[in-house]
């Protein structure tokens, strides 16, 4: 799971840092708001990890873009000192899933992130749809054009993540990320996996629906010719 932490004190952003990596998670950092929405929007998180009082811009500010602007759906657990009713609703009302007040255990914090998570991920669609390619969460089966596609393990893996951030560009190193953790066979595997998807994904059809953005990533999408 990829955590990002967008939090301006530098003591309790090092004490979840190093508690949230000890249980296993990656975890990026931002200590301003600029920062914090440059990643959010242009990396994959599971969940990001919010303070309300930041540099540059607000929690509330920056959960707002996120929601609104981004259309980013990223589960959010705000972090702040500030209690009283009003705030918890406010920071709710931005486009939060949970609000957790300053001083916190950090045990409670893992608990929280594990909860939202499993509430964002009960409530994903079950079935991916990217222009006549569909695909079945539960049943782990993809069609296009009524035919029937075989996939490999990774090429399963990989078809989520790319219909599921259609018709955005996935980066690189978010699908090796994703696919091999800090364990990446070779900086070659990711290309051959991808070469064997499209094979069975645009091959046998008219339009591609895989693209290379070359020196970024890649994009699921039909796209037109001026695209």
């Known amino acids: 799971m990829r955590v990002l932490i967008i939090e301006d004190n530098r003591d309790i952003l090092a004490n979840v840092l190093d508690y949230l990596q000890l249980k296993g998670y990656g975890v990026d950092c931002a200590q301003d708001g600029l920062s914090g929405l440059h990643l959010a929007t242009t990396e994959h998180y599971d969940l990001i990890v919010l303070d309300i009082m930041l540099p540059g811009i607000d929690g509330l500010q920056l959960c707002n873009r996120l929601r609104q602007d981004a259309r980013r759906d990223t589960p ?11 705030d918890r609703l406010a920071g709710l009302r931005s486009g939060a899933d949970d609000y957790l007040v300053k001083p916190f255990a950090l045990s409670e914090l893992v608990a929280r ?5 499993r509430r964002s991920h009960g409530g994903r669609k ?3 749809q990217v222009s006549d ?7 782990l089966q993809a069609v296009r054009s009524g035919q029937p596609l075989k996939l ?6 990989l078809l989520t993540i790319l219909m599921r951030k259609s018709p955005g560009v996935v980066r690189r190193e978010v699908l090796e990320e994703a696919l091999w953790g800090d364990n990446c066979p070779d ?6 996996h991808i070469h064997q998807l499209r094979q069975v994904l645009d091959k046998p059809f008219d339009k591609p629906l895989l693209h290379t953005i070359h020196g970024v990533g890649y ?9």
């Open 76 to 86: 959010i657990i705000m972090l702040t000192a500030r209690d009283t009713l009003e």
């Open 113 to 117: 992130i594990e909860a939202v998570v």
């Open 126 to 128: 079950s079935r991916l």
């Open 133 to 139: 390619l569909s695909y079945d969460l539960d049943t």
């Open 152 to 157: 490999n393990p990774i090429g399963h893996k």
């Open 187 to 192: 900086s070659d595997a990711l290309r051959s």
């Open 219 to 227: 994009r699921l999408a039909e796209l037109d010719e001026k695209s």
